[in-house]
């Protein structure tokens, strides 16, 4: 059974730092890209960052482009979200996502992804 788990949410001052894990079992994550995607109450589910099977072949949406780093380990099946100068506005659940790589990276789309974690809570405030 595919199953992604998000871990590492939580509540952080402005400026703070947070890193998220998205842990894989019952496949191998190497051949699938990852999408670290976030939704706050009343608002659509956004792209945050995206990676696919290079690890160098990332994406980011503006809004955390120098703030956010995606990274993968294939060795623990994991991908991760390091985000630093966090913001109140970065306030959402986080979910990641996985869907089949076939070699390319697509812009961070939600409808393009087949598998989903159940979210981990960021929240953003003094």
């Known amino acids: 059974q595919l199953q992604l788990v998000e871990s590492g949410g939580g509540l952080v001052q402005p400026g703070g730092s947070l ?8 496949f191998t994550l190497d051949y699938y890209n990852i999408g670290w995607f976030r939704q706050a ?8 960052a995206c990676i696919g099977t290079r690890p ?13 780093t995606i990274s993968r380990d294939n060795a623990k099946n994991t991908v991760y979200l390091q985000m630093n100068g966090l913001k109140p506005e970065d306030t959402a659940v ?33």
């Open 41 to 48: 109450p009343g608002k659509e589910r956004e792209g945050v």
């Open 56 to 68: 160098t072949n990332t994406l980011y949406t503006d809004s955390v482009k120098g703030r956010f």
């Open 94 to 126: 986080y979910y990641c996502a996985a869907t089949y790589g076939y070699g390319i990276l697509r812009p961070c789309r939600a409808t393009d992804y087949d598998y989903w974690g159940q979210g981990t809570q960021v929240t953003v405030s003094s």
């Open 19 to 26: 890193r998220l894990s998205c842990a894989a079992s019952g």
